[in-house]
């Protein structure tokens, strides 16, 4: 919340920036856009794959996982097989 806030009143509350904005052309603009989204790509898909590869890591499965699902409609499923790395 603090980063959006801060984005709010720095950018939205900032008469510099909306001259600026004015006076910058179209394709300028459309680059810095399109510069922000792909620094935001980049955070959210590194952040993403930290969180992921350690479950796809063919580790991943203890056995005792599979007594957990004793008694679930998961019981009968069988395991994934696993990856060729």
Known sequence: ALPVMLLTVLV?????????????SRLRLWLALLFLLLIAAACLV???L?????ILRP???????????????????????????
Do not use: C
């Open 12 to 24: 939205f509350f900032n008469g510099p920036v909306w001259t600026m904005a004015a006076t910058i």
């Open 46 to 48: 590194s952040s993403t």
């Open 50 to 54: 930290s969180r992921v590869r350690p």
């Open 59 to 85: 580790d991943a499965k203890q056995p005792e996982d599979a007594a957990t699902l004793i008694g679930t409609p998961f019981e009968t499923m069988p395991d994934r097989p696993r990856r060729v790395t």
